[in-house]
């Protein structure tokens, strides 16, 4: 996307560097800043002077300055026109601006903590946030797609030059902004005195530029390996280990701690007490000479770190896409449920999205999270000392996984992108949208319902009796059937772009995050009111109205599929525009 810019803009010839024509010479050739159109003469001084050594004469120099204005530029760009993407970005924005006050606000009370209570928890908070930057690119299979350094492979830029660049465009956005904030506010909460300030200010900062740069390096170093199908299949299931990491402390505090939390801490942060993000925290809280050190070393090693990013760039730049080789084979294969089902518009959805569901890494990590989250608070339910036995342990883990797979189909027209065109070719009528939508749910169901099934099952076996599962799994189905019902609504409603995940580093566009928040928040409270008159009595205890949960899913299904259908007949080009956007 930033290599596609830096194209516009040199053929912009407003844009300095602009390509102009020589009437001498003939083929166009780069113009300095104040150099006259037509004369072919070049000012002998200015930023033309100074340009990088092998570059053409007269070539203006390509600073970290013009890569955040490229960013700035793609924000703005693909805000422009489009109102639906403008509120999501706005309410990135206010999501940003919460964190990042509402973060500093609790670092800086930390002052008022024992000293080595707060010393410890900024050494944790710190320590997290530098695995955060390496760990959540690859499990959200990237997040910018200005940072991928094949775009700019075929432009005149040295690798420390578009190093410099790229760490600028890392930096320019609304997240990283507010993450910086939230660590200055341990400055406010730790530092003593004049020296405590200023080491403090410029720990913060290495530690963040340390972030940046090693989330940049290991991005860059897998980016051959993720370009692959195997490489992004390993990272699916990387993603469920980490999901089943995350939920680690809440099995801790269900079952119950035997030690001290604040020696617990204090034991933790002693371990970390030599990383780098233990000794950006020391530094603030010291002031001394030991902090000077510490500042010093974290210097070096962001600098080295920096260096082998530029070493893993110089060869992700030279080494071939592997993503772009042909497959040794294809499987042709049609699957059971093509067998069963008549040819026509409802089978070849239901196979389609069958095939997304397991060929695309983005599918699985959805059904992967879903259950596995679901298998976790079975365990930490029944985990839970002062819990009390009843069906609920086995009904609430169920309608939870009901209710995330549910989600999954809050966007169901993104992943087709710019192919959905071709269902204009089809879908003459509301009729055929809703029979698009049938062959979506029917999908979902040949996966989740025998999911359920067994997840209701084991949460019932936990529970204390295996007969808790049949209120279980006919709850759970009926909120399936309500949240498939939700999703179609929210699906025509607010659709977004879903990016072709070809590298580690295709992400979003700008003001989509918002959007995808705000269609997944929608549907969910959507699917929870529905359920309601269903799913609360059966947590009460009135078992025998899991019967009819069943056939309510269904008519809540049915009910959003025709509405859905009928907005979406009427919106197709809103919708084709709004998951058709380049990002």
Same mark, same amino acid.
């Given at each position: 996307?930033?290599?596609?810019?830096?194209?516009?803009?040199?053929?912009?010839?407003?844009?300095?560097?602009?390509?102009?024509?020589?009437?001498?010479?003939?083929?166009?050739?780069?113009?300095?800043?104040?150099?006259?159109?037509?004369?072919?003469?070049?000012?002998?001084?200015?930023?033309? =002077?100074?340009?990088?050594?092998?570059?053409? =004469?007269?070539?203006?120099?390509?600073?970290?300055?013009?890569?955040?204005?490229?960013?700035?530029?793609?924000?703005?760009?693909?805000?422009?026109?489009?109102?639906?993407?403008?509120?999501?970005?706005?309410?990135? #924005?206010?999501?940003? @601006? @919460?964190?990042?006050?509402?973060?500093?606000?609790?670092?800086?009370?930390? !002052?008022?903590?024992?000293?080595?209570?707060?010393?410890?928890?900024?050494?944790?908070?710190?320590?997290?946030?530098?695995?955060?930057?390496?760990?959540?690119?690859?499990?959200?299979?990237? #997040?910018?797609?200005?940072?991928?350094?094949?775009?700019?492979?075929?432009?005149?830029?040295?690798?420390?030059?578009?190093?410099? /660049?790229?760490?600028?465009?890392?930096?320019?956005?609304?997240?990283?902004?507010?993450?910086?904030?939230?660590? &200055?506010?341990?400055?406010?909460?730790?530092?003593?005195?004049?020296? /405590?300030?200023? @080491?403090?200010?410029?720990?913060? %900062?290495?530690?963040?530029?340390?972030?940046?740069?090693?989330?940049?390096?290991?991005?860059?170093?897998?980016?051959?390996?993720?370009?692959?199908?195997?490489?992004?299949?390993?990272?699916? $299931?990387?993603?469920? &280990?980490?999901?089943? =990491?995350?939920?680690?402390?809440? %099995?801790?505090?269900?079952?119950?701690?035997?030690?001290?939390?604040?020696?617990?801490?204090?034991?933790?942060?002693?371990?970390?007490?030599?990383?780098?993000?233990?000794?950006?925290?020391?530094?603030?809280?010291?002031?001394?000479?030991?902090?000077?050190?510490?500042?010093?070393?974290?210097?070096?090693?962001?600098?080295?770190?920096?260096?082998?990013?530029?070493? =893993?760039?110089?060869?992700?730049?030279?080494?071939?896409?592997?993503?772009?080789?042909?497959?040794?084979? $294809?499987?042709?294969?049609?699957? %059971?449920?093509? +067998?069963?089902?008549?040819?026509?518009?409802?089978?070849?959805?239901?196979?389609?999205?069958?095939?997304?569901?397991?060929?695309?890494?983005?599918?699985?990590?959805?059904?992967?999270?879903?259950?596995?989250?679901?298998?976790?608070?079975?365990?930490?339910?029944?985990?839970?000392? /002062?819990?009390?036995?009843?069906?609920?342990?086995?009904?609430?883990?169920?309608?939870?996984?009901?209710?995330?797979?549910?989600?999954?189909?809050?966007?169901?027209?993104?992943?087709?992108?710019?192919?959905?065109?071709?269902?204009?070719?089809?879908?003459?009528?509301?009729?055929?949208?809703?029979?698009?939508?049938?062959?979506?749910? #029917?999908?979902?169901?040949?996966?989740?319902?025998?999911?359920?099934?067994?997840?209701?099952?084991?949460?019932?076996?936990?529970?204390?009796?295996?007969?808790?599962?049949?209120?279980?799994?006919?709850?759970?189905?009926?909120?399936?059937?309500?949240?498939?019902?939700?999703?179609?609504?929210?699906?025509?409603?607010?659709? *977004?772009?879903?990016?072709? +995940? %070809?590298?580690?580093?295709?992400?979003?566009?700008?003001?989509?995050?918002?959007?995808?928040?705000?269609?997944?928040?929608?549907?969910?409270?959507?699917?929870?009111?529905?359920? @309601?008159?269903?799913?609360?009595?059966?947590?009460?205890?009135?078992?025998?109205?899991?019967?009819?949960?069943?056939? *309510?899913?269904?008519?809540?299904?049915?009910?959003?599929?025709?509405?859905?259908?009928?907005? !979406?007949?009427?919106?197709?080009?809103?919708?084709?525009?709004?998951?058709?956007?380049?990002?």
């Amino acid at each position: 996307m930033a290599g596609r810019d830096l194209g516009m803009n040199a053929g912009d010839p407003a844009a300095p560097g602009a390509a102009l024509p020589d009437p001498q010479s003939g083929p166009a050739v780069p113009a300095a800043p104040g150099a006259r159109a037509g004369t072919g003469r070049r000012p002998l001084d200015g930023p033309a =002077a100074h340009a990088a050594p092998g570059a053409p =004469a007269g070539a203006a120099p390509v600073g970290p300055a013009v890569f955040a204005r490229l960013k700035l530029r793609l924000v703005a760009g693909n805000l422009r026109g489009d109102t639906a993407r403008l509120l999501g970005f706005i309410l990135t #924005l206010v999501l940003a @601006l @919460l964190v990042a006050s509402g973060g500093f606000t609790v670092m800086a009370l930390l !002052g008022a903590a024992p000293v080595r209570t707060a010393l410890d928890v900024v050494t944790v908070l710190f320590t997290a946030m530098l695995v955060g930057w390496v760990v959540v690119p690859l499990l959200a299979f990237g #997040l910018d797609d200005t940072l991928d350094p094949s775009r700019l492979a075929l432009f005149p830029l040295t690798t420390a030059r578009l190093a410099a /660049g790229m760490f600028t465009s890392s930096v320019t956005g609304v997240w990283p902004v507010a993450l910086l904030i939230v660590m &200055f506010g341990a400055v406010a909460g730790l530092a003593r005195g004049p020296g /405590g300030l200023l @080491l403090g200010a410029v720990a913060v %900062l290495l530690l963040f530029a340390l972030c940046v740069v090693t989330s940049r390096l290991v991005t860059t170093a897998l980016s051959g390996v993720l370009r692959t199908r195997r490489g992004r299949d390993v990272l699916a $299931v990387s993603v469920i &280990f980490f999901i089943l =990491a995350a939920q680690l402390p809440n %099995l801790l505090l269900n079952n119950g701690l035997t030690g001290d939390p604040v020696r617990m801490l204090h034991d933790v942060a002693s371990v970390l007490r030599w990383t780098p993000p233990g000794m950006a925290a020391h530094a603030l809280a010291d002031g001394g000479l030991v902090a000077l050190t510490e500042v010093l070393f974290l210097a070096a090693l962001a600098v080295a770190v920096g260096l082998l990013w530029i070493a =893993a760039l110089r060869r992700a730049m030279v080494t071939a896409d592997a993503s772009t080789q042909a497959a040794a084979s $294809v499987r042709n294969s049609r699957g %059971l449920v093509a +067998r069963l089902l008549p040819d026509g518009p409802l089978a070849a959805v239901v196979v389609k999205e069958l095939k997304y569901a397991r060929r695309d890494p983005r599918g699985r990590v959805g059904w992967f999270a879903a259950l596995a989250i679901t298998g976790v608070m079975a365990f930490s339910l029944n985990g839970d000392a /002062g819990a009390t036995p009843g069906p609920v342990l086995a009904i609430a883990p169920a309608c939870l996984g009901a209710l995330m797979i549910g989600l999954q189909s809050c966007n169901s027209f993104g992943i087709d992108g710019r192919s959905l065109w071709m269902n204009a070719m089809v879908y003459g009528t509301a009729r055929a949208w809703r029979t698009d939508l049938a062959g979506r749910y #029917l999908a979902v169901a040949v996966i989740a319902v025998p999911a359920l099934a067994v997840l209701s099952v084991v949460a019932g076996l936990l529970a204390g009796d295996v007969l808790w599962a049949v209120p279980a799994v006919l709850t759970a189905w009926g909120v399936l059937g309500v949240g498939l019902g939700a999703g179609a609504v929210t699906s025509v409603l607010l659709p *977004y772009t879903v990016p072709e +995940r %070809l590298n580690a580093f295709t992400g979003a566009a700008p003001g989509q995050g918002g959007l995808a928040f705000a269609g997944s928040f929608g549907a969910m409270i959507g699917t929870a009111v529905l359920a @309601l008159p269903v799913v609360l009595p059966v947590m009460l205890g009135l078992t025998w109205i899991s019967a009819l949960a069943v056939p *309510y899913g269904v008519l809540a299904a049915m009910g959003g599929r025709r509405l859905a259908g009928r907005l !979406g007949f009427d919106r197709h080009p809103e919708i084709l525009g709004a998951i058709s956007h380049q990002t």
